[in-house]
Structure formats: C-alpha cells, structure tokens
C-alpha cells in the first residue's frame, strides 16, 4: 500500500493525491500509459453518461457522474503537471478570471437589463478574449469535435447575430425543400448525394433553430421513439410466435401502425 490513508470520506485533496499515487513510478500500470489522446474518449463518454443522469432526473447518477468528469479534469491536468505545464491550481485560477472577465455586471460597473444584454457581452467579451477579429473568426472558433447538429446549430447562431439569416421559419422550411429536390436529384445520379444530404441536414438545423427547438435533443427523443416502437412490434410478433426476418414489410408495419395507435 501506498503512503495513502483510508477515510471513511475524502476530499478533493484526496483524488489530487490518488492521482498523483496512481501516474507514480510504483503506481498502477494501465495509468501510468496513458496520455492526453488514450482518455479523449473516456472524457467524451463520462460527460454524456452526465447528460444522461440529468435527462433522467436521476440525482443519485448525477453525483456518481459528475466524479467521473472530475476524474477526467484531474487526470488530463495531472498529465500536464508532470510536464511543470500547469496544475489544477492554474486551471482554477483560469477559469475564475475568466468568468469575473465576462461578468462585468457583477464584478465591473456594467449596466444590464435583460439576460439577453449578458448574453450579448459575453459573446463580446468571448471576441476579445479569443482575439476574433471578423464572424469568420468566431464561427472557426465553433469546435469541429462537437455533434455535427449541435455544432451546425451554433455556427448558424452566430452568422445570424450579423443578420445573416432567413426573415423567419417560412425561409427555413423552404430552404429544407430545397434540398431535398437537391438530394432526389443526387440519387439519380445528379449531383454528389453526401454533400447534399449534408446540405439537407444542416436545413433542417435551422428550422429547428428557428423553432427554440433543440435539434440534438429532437433526434435522441425520435430515435427512442423508434425503439420504443420497434420494441412493439417485436414484442408482439413474438407472442404470436413469429420471427421478424420471417415477416413481410407489410405485417411488421401493421404492428408498427398498431403500436403508434396505443401511444
């Protein structure tokens, strides 16, 4: 054992401890290996399962998972100290000036009358800070490793704080009808089928946008929806002692029709 002591509840001093015992020379192997791009997917999967406990309303999850990304906070950081890079002293420190620098109607002397003027500053203040000199600086700065349709969402968020932007939904909805005469056409052989499902999706973003509706949230509601459906179907199907890949299209969307109707 380790020069560690056993308590019946530890601190966030304790993890830093744990950690720094873990990445040691006689610490654990599996640890010790791993750099910044072996635990990338560790850290995307930890905050999802997060998302997940707060889409559950599960709070006893949340506190479970909210550990598991400050696992991941301390183990990128603790990566870095090892370098004499920086420390989660440095990381605090960053993150606590930058929100005192971007709330300046707290800690400044800024006047605001409505969350949406602190949105507005903070965005200002993000240009500043991050040194975006024009909109195509800002929409660079959108993070290409984020959800392909919370990512789209965001970059059409800002062109459209520059007026870059349809009038209202209507502009959107024809634009998706646009693209999909364009897609129709790809799948005859006119035109490059990818891009224009592409272009199809990223429509289809904006008249989520324009309708407050989450895109991302939209999708995962629809896709459990399809598996709640599907689950219908499979489970009747097996009552009356049938195999899906032994029925017809047609039986298998009549119980799909059947179990839509008992929602």
């Known amino acids: 054992m380790m020069d560690f002591t056993i308590k019946e509840r530890y601190q966030f001093e304790d993890l830093l401890k744990i950690m720094e015992i873990l990445r040691s020379e006689n610490g ?10 072996s635990i990338r997917r560790n ?21 479970e998972e909210l550990g598991d990304v400050l696992l991941q906070v301390v183990f ?3 990566i870095e100290e090892e370098k ?22 707290i800690f400044g002397s800024v006047d605001v009358a409505s969350t949406e ?9 993000k240009k500043v800070e991050k040194g975006q000199k024009s ?36 502009g959107a909805l024809d634009k998706v009808q646009e693209e999909l005469d364009e ?8 035109g490059d089928l990818p891009e224009e499902i592409g272009d199809l999706l990223f429509a289809a973003v904006n008249v989520a946008r324009f309708a407050d509706t989450d895109p991302e949230g939209a999708l995962n509601a629809t896709t ?40």
Not at 46 to 60: L, Q, S
Not at 226 to 241: K, L, M, W
């Open 43 to 63: 850290f995307i999967e930890e905050t999802y399962e997060v998302c997940e406990a707060i889409d559950n309303e599960d709070v006893d999850l949340l506190r």
């Open 224 to 263: 459990e929806k399809f598996i709640r459906r599907f689950s219908y179907v499979e489970r009747v199907a097996a009552a009356q002692g049938k195999k899906l890949e032994d029925m017809t299209l047609r039986e298998m969307d009549a119980l799909w029709d059947e179990g839509k109707s008992r929602e």
């Open 28 to 37: 654990c192997m599996w640890d010790r290996a791993q750099d910044h791009h």
């Open 76 to 78: 990128h950081t603790r």
């Open 117 to 125: 003027e602190i949105l507005n500053n903070w965005d200002a203040l």
């Open 135 to 170: 909109t195509t600086d800002t929409l660079n700065s959108v993070a290409r490793s984020l959800p392909a349709l919370i990512r789209a969402e965001k970059v059409q968020y800002k062109a459209a704080k520059v007026g870059f932007d349809w009038d209202d939904i209507r």
């Open 84 to 105: 004499g890079t920086f420390n989660i002293d440095d990381v605090a420190d960053g993150i606590c000036k930058k929100l005192i620098y971007r709330h300046p109607h």
């Open 183 to 190: 897609v129709k056409r790809a799948v005859n052989g006119d």
